[in-house]
């Protein structure tokens, strides 16, 4: 599903560049890569050997695989003059699925792949403490 979200963008930002009028857009590109069902192309899992096979191999590939399709939407925004006057804001979701409760497992567990500690919960409540995610902007 993301390459079809990054090829409609890109398609649109050629669109706007396109015309005579540099019109100011907003653009919102909802990656979910980095999301259940744990899954990607070998090609990404597999610069992965050292890690354990499963979702330990998987979710690097996963943010490897959106990394570079982001790497695209900002070569476009630069081969089309829109990158100067472009604010990217990036954010997340407010965590694991959890199933945890309170207690984590070891910092180092190879077999768990979500970390909600040293907050509570899981994505799906609404405890005012969990609702943290990082964010940034260029």
């Known amino acids: ?3 079809l979200v990054r090829d409609d963008a890109l398609a649109f930002i050629e669109q706007v560049s396109l015309t005579s009028e540099r019109q100011p857009f907003f ?3 909802p990656f979910q890569e980095c999301h259940s069902p744990f899954q990607v192309d070998a090609n990404y899992s597999d610069l992965y050997p050292h890690l ?3 979702p330990r191999r998987t979710l690097p590939g996963m943010v490897t695989h959106t990394d570079e399709m982001i790497g ?4 476009s925004l630069k081969a089309h003059g829109r990158w100067d006057d472009t604010v990217i804001f990036f954010s997340a979701d407010n965590g694991g699925p959890g199933n945890e409760g309170w207690v984590s497992p070891s910092r180092w567990d190879p077999h768990v792949i979500e970390r909600n500690w040293p907050y509570c919960s899981a994505k799906y409540q609404c405890e005012l403490r969990f609702f943290r995610s990082t964010s940034s902007h260029n």
């Open 1 to 3: 599903a993301g390459n």
């Open 27 to 29: 653009l919102y590109l």
């Open 52 to 54: 354990p096979e499963g």
């Open 72 to 75: 695209d939407v900002v070569r």
